[in-house]
T-cell receptor, first 111, second 116 residues
Framework: RKEVEQDPGPFNVPEGATVAFNCTYS??????FFWYRQDCRKEPKLLMS???SGNEDGRFTAQLNRASQYISLLIRDSKLSDSATYLC????????????FGQGTELSVKP | ETGVTQSPTHLIKTRGQQVTLRCSSQ?????VSWYQQALGQGPQFIFQ???????GRGNFPPRFSGLQFPNYSSELNVNALELDDSALYLC???????????????FGPGTRLTVL
């Protein structure tokens, strides 16, 4: 079983739609959680950290459920510029900040 | 701007050859991690260097090796290249004076290696 698993993609949505990505992780010792965004042929870039209380950044809302070992990302009012691959990432305690990535979910927002 | 550069940007090699990839970052990044990202996959942790010593390694064979230098630059060396080594190689410097808060890491633009 992979340490971090994400919804298979691609997700094809119209502009203005709300889209949700799900992610599960297998190690209960996971410490920190992030969503990264990766544009085609570019490096991953940090989108947002995910906190236990849930957090929001504009149109983006991230939630963490430690009991279920589940992370989510909600994008409201999708824009064409949101088209990218979204990577779910966790770190584990005492692993020197090693990032463990899911395989990514591709999002395509159409006019 | 992350202040992280990687060279070369693209590289084509043949099976059995050796390759050296480079990463440079601003002063203060005393830790650097390297990742391999195959097409359609998330990045996979190769290893991490802290103050010029290897400080953790992922599931990669010994033909993947690294160096970190006092000027905070680093290298990833891959010997006896195989077709499956074709990937985007990313470095992520971090540490006091650089990187993000907590475990956040910022990546260089990557080197795209193609093995024929």
């Amino acid at each position: 079983r992979k340490e971090v698993e994400q919804d298979p993609g691609p997700f094809n949505v119209p502009e203005g739609a709300t889209v949700a990505f799900n992610c599960t992780y297998s190690n209960s010792a996971s410490q920190s959680f992030f969503w990264y965004r990766q544009d085609c042929r570019k490096e991953p870039k940090l989108l947002m950290s995910v906190y236990s209380s849930g957090n929001e950044d504009g149109r983006f809302t991230a939630q963490l459920n430690r009991a279920s070992q589940y992370i989510s990302l909600l994008i409201r009012d999708s824009k064409l510029s949101d088209s990218a691959t979204y990577l779910c990432v966790v770190t584990q305690y005492n692993q020197g900040g090693k990032l463990i990535f899911g395989q990514g979910t591709e999002l395509s927002v159409k006019p | 701007e992350t202040g992280v550069t990687q060279s070369p940007t693209h590289l084509i090699k043949t099976r059995g050859q050796q390759v050296t990839l480079r990463c440079s970052s601003q002063s203060g990044h005393n830790t650097v991690s390297w990742y391999q990202q195959a097409l359609g996959q998330g990045p996979q942790f190769i290893f991490q260097y802290y103050r010029e010593e290897e400080n953790g390694r992922g599931n990669f064979p010994p033909r993947f090796s690294g160096l970190q230098f006092p000027n905070y630059s680093s290298e990833l060396n891959v010997n006896a290249l195989e077709l499956d080594d074709s990937a985007l190689y990313l470095c992520a410097p971090s540490g006091r004076g650089g990187g993000g808060d907590g475990d956040e890491q910022f990546f260089g633009p990557g080197t795209r290696l193609t093995v024929l």
